[in-house]
């Protein structure tokens, strides 16, 4: 395809390209690893998808009481502090894999990724935060105007959940993409994953922060050792799994008896795995942090998530516990927060950027699109489930409200988005078309080849 304006603002921006344009398409080494990794992570959504759905069957069914039961089975041993119940291994345990996953993540975009470029990060960091700050905003407006009249003590115990409904799941918003077929754009799908790795940065953070109530010092200066141990296995190349199980288990022990909570561990192993610019770039190069990712995600995403949905997802609704959920405030903010507060942040920290940087959207997108996309974002699961189980209390009341409202939430997100997206998925597939084709032949399409001789840098 010609370029009809080869000097000005060049509709195939590669890597780290100045032009005045936002959601370009990027260079293809990092089109071509963000869809290895999107399809690693919807696959994860089906298996995750399907392990919810079995819990909300099962917990529903005239067999619930054996899957709380099974839920709040104890194992583990008392010396250490360390018998937990099947659903707390899961939240503490499992998810510190995901979050593992995400701090390498996060070190590979902030070293080698769009986060690494200043102008290519404001774009995702700024959706990213206003993305986060609206929907616990309407949380807040939204359990206060529910709440009037209650005591000032139940309205501190409501808003407690404010943090809910921030987090976007990725491996659900990807099974939601993959279930609609739409074929989004490869500048959307890195906008989503870079976007949803920055969410995850804040919510690790809110996590540590706001939910932690007290910190033995002692124990967390201690999981500085086998963090310092993690980081110089990793750097004299000794990568031999049960070594560095030794490190990692004992950050993790070290980290939950902080009274930090243990996922937090997860991110910091993450983020001391080194990472090589200059092996990142390298299109014939696996670097470290790579290699590690690659040998993790697959137990991460599933197995560990899912068994974490599996459990946190099992909220009796027969009987009354929906019609008691939709009477609570905390609920309602959360399904206000997931479906308004996530669509109109995204989209207006995006509109914010352009407006400031006087930025205009690549020439194969339109608003309609980051509409579309915004919404999707509000398909939150694993980490709101999470945060609800800290706010509330496993197994309460309100934390089962909560739940069913994350799912109720992450549902009409995902009918929302499958309405915006649709309507573009003709254009969707014409954009494909054009960043597939291949004429040449040699493996790497042609517009990421023209897009390279625009702008050699």
Known sequence: MSDPHPTATPPTPSRGDAGNRLLGRGSWREARYVADLLRAETVGGAILLAAAVAALVWANSPWRDGYASLRDTVIGPHALHLDLSLATWAADGL?????????????REFVA?????????????????????????????????????DSASELGGILRGWAIPTATDIAFALAVLAVIGTHLPSALRSFLLTLAVVDDLIAITIIAVFYTDTVNLLWLLAAVVPLAAWRLLLKRKITNPLVLAVPALLAWAFVHSSGVHATVAGVLLGL??????????????????ERIEHKIRPFS??????????????????????GAAVRDPAAIGVVVGLVVGKAVGILGGTWAVARFTRAEL????????VLGLSVLAGVGFTVSLLV???????????????????????????????????????????????????ADQDGVPDVYEEGARLDPA
């Open 388 to 438: 609800g189980e800290l706010a509330f209390g496993s197994g309460s009341e309100r934390d089962d409200h909560v739940k069913l409202a994350v799912l109720c939430g992450s549902l009409i997100a995902a009918l929302l988005a499958t309405v915006v997206l649709r309507i573009r998925n003709r254009h969707y597939r014409l954009v494909e078309a054009r960043e597939t084709a291949d």
């Open 301 to 322: 995403a599933g197995f560990a998530v899912p068994v974490f949905a599996f459990f946190a997802a099992g909220v009796t609704v027969v009987g009354g516990g929906f």
């Open 362 to 369: 690549d020439e194969d997108l339109a608003w309609t699109d």
């Open 272 to 289: 001391l795995v080194p990472v090589n610019r200059e092996v990142e770039d390298d299109p014939d190069r696996h670097s470290l942090a």
């Open 95 to 107: 998810l510190a894999v995901f979050f593992l996953v995400a701090g390498i993540e996060l070190k």
């Open 113 to 149: 990724g769009d986060l690494s470029d200043r102008r290519k990060a404001a774009l995702p960091i700024a959706a990213a935060v206003c993305g986060v700050a609206l929907p616990a905003i309407l949380f807040v407006v939204t359990a206060m105007l529910m709440s009037r009249g």
